[in-house]
């Protein structure tokens, strides 16, 4: 299921939250919309999901513009999280799972097995007020899955959860993805884009600044720095090193900007000293995005 935002803008009052931002989000992918709070990401889902209407552009869902029937086919965990506080948990996974199309037996099958992997069964029939916000954070994602969504929108699916329930979070997500299905979610931390996404679009101010392949990107903006120890003149280190760089004792270290390679620097040193270790280190997301806010015009 091929998600398309053609031009897409919303405005609030005289506050522009998402100015004319297109994306593609290719079926089978796990894509991450990442960006500081308030830089238009829950504005932007909450429009994929016709929950907001766009003041302008298009959202194509599967080649056809966004309504009921495509939604009946999305999992949605929103940011501000809604349930039922006064309602048992197995009766509202198991309603909530019959409006998306499951029958009866069928809801409470699957939710009694979400419940058991996110250690729940001993509260299947609490109240759900009487649930940590943690649990409660949890039953809302099994209810956003529980009917085998071919496109799953989660917004900060992450925040409150801790890294037990976060790593079998991330397992699901892992399962969608290898079922052929498509994972759509929003986070401000780059660490998780960067262990689970294969494409990503970073918005600031509710404009998109970066958006591809996360390869791609990091391939293509990504400073890398090195370390390259040796033996040998270090008079001669000194002479080919660049200005921002440093040599301390045995070692050059400094950044590898883009169009040179490592090579590069590697072939004039082993004309004249012994290179005994060679170290890279790949730029963070988080680095990546902070210089291209810093790029914009706006920044």
Same mark, same amino acid.
Request: proline share 3%.
């Given at each position: 299921?091929?998600?398309?935002?053609?031009?897409?803008?919303?405005?609030?009052?005289?506050?522009?939250?998402?100015?004319?931002?297109?994306?593609?989000? !290719?079926?089978?992918?796990?894509?991450?919309?990442?960006?500081?709070?308030? !830089?238009?990401?829950?504005?932007?889902?909450?429009?994929?999901?016709?929950?907001?209407?766009?003041?302008?552009?298009?959202?194509?869902?599967?080649?056809?513009?966004?309504?009921?029937?495509?939604?009946?086919?999305?999992?949605?965990?929103?940011?501000?999280? @809604?349930?039922?506080? *006064?309602?048992?948990?197995?009766?509202?996974?198991?309603?909530?799972?019959?409006?998306?199309?499951?029958?009866?037996?069928? !809801?409470?099958? *699957?939710?009694?097995?979400?419940? $058991?992997?996110?250690?729940?069964?001993?509260?299947?029939?609490?109240?759900?007020?009487?649930?940590?916000?943690?649990?409660?954070?949890?039953?809302?994602?099994?209810?956003?899955?529980?009917?085998?969504?071919?496109?799953?929108?989660?917004?900060?699916?992450?925040?409150?959860?801790?890294?037990?329930?976060?790593?079998?979070? *991330?397992?699901?997500?892992?399962?969608?993805?290898?079922?052929?299905?498509?994972?759509?979610?929003?986070?401000?931390?780059?660490?998780?884009?960067?262990?689970?996404?294969?494409?990503?679009?970073?918005?600031?101010? @509710?404009?998109?600044?970066?958006?591809?392949?996360?390869?791609?990107?990091?391939?293509?903006?990504?400073?890398?720095?090195?370390?390259? $120890?040796?033996?040998?003149?270090?008079?001669?280190?000194?002479?080919?090193?660049?200005?921002?760089?440093?040599?301390?004792?045995?070692?050059?270290? @400094?950044?590898?900007?883009?169009?040179? !390679?490592?090579?590069?620097?590697?072939?004039?040193?082993?004309?004249?000293?012994?290179?005994?270790?060679?170290?890279?280190?790949?730029?963070?997301?988080?680095?990546?995005?902070?210089?291209?806010?810093?790029?914009?015009?706006?920044?």
């Amino acid at each position: 299921m091929r998600l398309d935002l053609i031009k897409v803008r919303k405005t609030f009052n005289k506050t522009i939250a998402v100015e004319d931002l297109n994306l593609t989000i !290719a079926k089978g992918t796990v894509f991450g919309m990442v960006g500081p709070n308030g !830089a238009g990401k829950t504005t932007t889902l909450r429009m994929i999901m016709n929950i907001l209407k766009p003041d302008s552009g298009q959202i194509i869902f599967d080649g056809n513009p966004i309504s009921s029937t495509a939604i009946s086919k999305i999992g949605y965990l929103p940011e501000e999280r @809604g349930l039922y506080l *006064k309602a048992n948990l197995l009766d509202t996974a198991v309603y909530l799972g019959m409006l998306k199309g499951l029958s009866q037996s069928t !809801a409470a099958e *699957k939710a009694k097995t979400y419940f $058991h992997r996110f250690d729940l069964v001993q509260y299947m029939h609490r109240k759900i007020e009487e649930l940590s916000k943690g649990n409660q954070q949890k039953v809302q994602f099994i209810i956003a899955i529980l009917h085998d969504p071919e496109l799953l929108i989660l917004d900060e699916p992450f925040s409150g959860l801790d890294p037990v329930n976060q790593l079998e979070l *991330k397992r699901i997500i892992g399962e969608f993805h290898a079922s052929g299905k498509t994972v759509v979610f929003s986070t401000h931390q780059m660490e998780q884009v960067e262990k689970l996404c294969q494409d990503v679009c970073m918005i600031h101010h @509710g404009k998109r600044v970066l958006y591809g392949n996360l390869k791609d990107i990091r391939n293509e903006f990504g400073v890398r720095k090195f370390r390259i $120890h040796y033996s040998g003149k270090q008079d001669y280190v000194r002479k080919i090193a660049a200005p921002h760089w440093t040599v301390t004792g045995n070692m050059l270290s @400094g950044e590898l900007q883009p169009g040179l !390679a490592i090579n590069d620097i590697l072939t004039k040193m082993i004309q004249h000293v012994t290179i005994t270790q060679v170290e890279l280190e790949e730029a963070s997301l988080e680095q990546i995005f902070i210089d291209r806010v810093k790029e914009a015009p706006d920044a």
